[in-house]
């Protein structure tokens, strides 16, 4: 009898943005008449930029041509698109060969799948609150998760702890869910951690477009010694809007090796079996992203969702709600008030106001009694919800 991966029996019932539509679903049908504003999962509302539509659409048109048409893709990635994000790199200092460079259908696939290159019996290092994927990830592969509580003392960036050591370490900056950034001094202290236990950092870059400030690295390679501990995972989702379009970008580098194996070879040959490439017009439109123009362009988005950020932070500083994020990243993780737990805010905003948030629960035990908005929505959205939910605080508060 085919035996199961009974891993999924210790996994909690539902995925946590899955749960949440569910609940926002159900209240829906229930008051079809209520406007509700949807500031929970970060996903964009923009649409693609102008010079990337073009690229797409030039894709379409190669595949009508004998002349121009592509079958399968290279497996690793189309050399235009490595090369270009390559480039990209290596403009900022960052000195990677393009085979350094892997093309994804996007960090949250490239998360699950790089996990092939690791053994079961490793242990995982989750800094949470954190994403939930990483966590759900490893229980279904059966791994041993080891969760290291951040907390708003340390900036919800911890320096390592010689009592949790792990095989695999996750590093997400700006960060998901609390938009805190790892500085230059906090990565080397993890960067030195690493190389000393044999571990691998699994960096998740997906944010790294909304830094604004300059001291703040936007690559684990930047960090001196990185080369031979580190992976970074990125992804074109919030950067360019690809959330569903599909496109990401993983830096494994040459000199990341473990017990003889080089990890750059062993994902040649795992992709090479595993895929048959990213879409080539897909792939097209993502090299788009990295020309003068196309940057010109998804800077003018991110600066969008940006402004956003800062009509919810008017009304959060209003009432003297302590939160971080919303400045190097499109996430504001704030305190709830009054000292409520992450879910009952969560029940009463949709109840009374209906704003959607993403509890802080959802993210790690220690992200009770905290609540994420994402900044991703409309204008429109986004000041409706700050108007709503400004005269929900001032009722809660009794100003
Ligand atoms: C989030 O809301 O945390 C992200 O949008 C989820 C994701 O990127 O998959």
């Known amino acids: 009898m085919t035996k199961p991966n009974m891993n999924y029996a210790n ?11 569910q609940r926002v679903k159900k209240y829906s049908e229930l008051n079809p008449d209520k406007k509700i504003l949807r500031l929970g999962i970060g996903d964009v509302s923009l649409p693609l930029a ?30 235009f698109l490595r090369k270009t994000i390559g480039e990209f790199y290596r403009n900022r200092g960052v000195k990677i060969s393009d085979d350094e460079v892997f093309v994804s259908s996007g960090a949250s696939d490239e998360l699950g799948d790089i996990l092939d290159l690791f053994d079961k019996e490793n242990s ?43 095989d695999i370490i996750y590093i997400c900056s700006p960060n998901n869910p ?15 951690f690493a190389n000393e236990n044999g571990s691998v950092i699994l960096f998740d870059a997906a944010y790294e477009a909304f830094i604004e400030d300059e001291n703040i690295p936007h690559s684990i ?65 993502g090299a788009a992203v990295f020309s003068k123009q196309g940057q010109k362009e998804i800077k003018e988005n991110i600066a969008y969702y ?12 209003e009432f003297n709600i302590e939160y971080t994020g919303g400045v190097n990243a499109p996430y504001i993780w704030l305190k709830c008030p ?23 629960e959802g993210f790690g035990s220690c992200g009770e009694g905290f609540f994420r908005f994402s900044t991703f929505g409309s204008h429109e959205d986004t000041i409706e919800a700050a108007i709503r939910l400004k005269s929900f605080l001032k009722h809660l508060f009794n100003k």
């Not at 009054?338 to 802080?360: C, Y």
Request: aromatic share 10%.
């Open 306 to 317: 940006k402004e956003n950020a800062k009509i919810l932070m008017r009304v959060l500083d």
């Open 50 to 79: 102008k010079t990337v539509i073009s690229a797409l659409a030039e894709g379409v048109s190669d595949q009508a041509e004998k002349s121009s048409f592509h079958g399968y893709m290279p497996e690793c990635g189309a050399p």
């Open 221 to 285: 390679f930047e960090i001196d010694g990185a080369s031979t501990c580190a992976i970074e995972i990125c992804s074109l989702s919030k950067t360019a809007g690809f959330t569903g379009t599909r496109l990401g970008y993983t830096v494994i580098p040459k000199a990341l090796e473990r017990q003889g194996m080089n990890f750059n070879s062993m994902w040649v040959r795992n992709r090479t079996t595993k895929t048959n490439g990213v879409s080539y017009i897909i792939q097209k439109g």
């Open 338 to 360: 009054k000292n409520l737990d992450s879910w009952a805010f969560f029940d009463m905003l949709l109840n009374e106001i209906q704003v959607v948030g993403t509890p802080g």
């Open 124 to 166: 995982a290092l989750v800094i949470e609150p954190a994403y939930p994927a990483y966590v759900d990830a490893n229980i279904i592969a059966g791994r041993k998760n080891i969760h290291l509580a951040s907390s708003i003392e340390n900036g919800f960036t911890p320096d390592p702890d010689e009592e949790k050591k792990a």
């Open 178 to 192: 609390t938009g805190a950034v790892f500085t230059k001094e906090k990565l080397k202290k993890w960067v030195d």
């Open 11 to 21: 996994l909690k019932d539902s995925y946590l943005f899955f749960g949440i539509a």
